[in-house]
């Protein structure tokens, strides 16, 4: 059964203070790997879609890498307004799209 | 904005009644993807339609139905609601073939009192 899984659940950094989020997959057939940002009553807001392993996409302090197994969002010298939940999905081979639970981060000023 | 329009954005409504949800999708995309989130809960997948015709299932109760017009907007249908319907109601869209990425609307807002 295709799994995507994300740590930590929740996440708390002062203003400034970099760090990862991790997103696992079991999947097979992997057409895609996906990030989202999510904010509280708000639709999911695109951020980066990976292919293939090695690949890496950046937009402003946020950089998403991929591996054969996993990939990681770093978050550059965070601010306030990054704080928002960061979903994680996969779409495999005629499926739909698998989220995972998401990591809450919250960026304290 | 993501180009990804539901209405309505709020809907308050008795147990045992009948709601529609309506989404239309960015213009060109194909696909429409419908998701339930519960309060503090992952997106949960109910159904997608591709260009007029159902693609896949997920954990969609029986009392829902959805479907995609010619003109590429689609419509959730809930009946018999209970008060464990209460949720987001999301829809997405994505272009022809996947792998690419699918644009969230702003949700539809459910309570079922």
């Known amino acids: 059964e295709d799994q995507v899984t994300q740590s930590p659940e929740a996440l708390r950094l002062q203003e400034g203070e970099s760090s990862s989020l991790n997103c696992s997959y079991t999947?097979?057939?992997?057409?895609?790997l996906f990030w989202y940002r999510q904010d509280p009553g708000k639709g999911p807001e695109f951020l980066f879609t990976?292919?293939?392993a090695g690949e890496e996409k950046e937009k402003e302090r946020l950089k998403a890498t991929l591996t054969k197994k996993e990939s990681f969002l770093h978050i550059t010298a965070p601010k306030p307004e990054d704080s928002a939940t960061y979903l994680c999905?996969?779409?495999?081979?005629?499926?739909?799209?698998?989220f995972g639970p998401g990591t809450r981060l919250s960026v304290l000023p | 904005d993501s180009g990804v329009t539901q209405t309505p954005k709020h809907l308050i409504t008795a147990t045992g009644q009948r709601v529609t949800l309506r989404c239309s999708p960015r213009s060109g995309d194909l696909s429409v993807y419908w998701y339930q989130q519960s309060l503090d809960q992952g997106l949960q997948f109910l159904i997608q339609y591709y260009n007029g015709e159902e693609r896949a299932k997920g954990n969609i109760l029986e009392r829902f139905s959805a479907q995609q017009f010619p003109d590429l907007h689609s419509e959730l249908n809930l009946s018999s609601l209970e008060l464990g319907d209460s949720a987001l109601y999301f829809c997405a869209s994505q272009r022809v073939g996947e792998g690419t990425e699918a644009f969230f609307g702003q949700g539809t807002r459910l309570t079922v009192v």
């Open positions: 999947v097979s057939g992997l057409r895609g």
């Open positions: 999905a996969v779409q495999v081979d005629g499926q739909n799209f698998v």
């Open positions: 990976l292919y293939s």
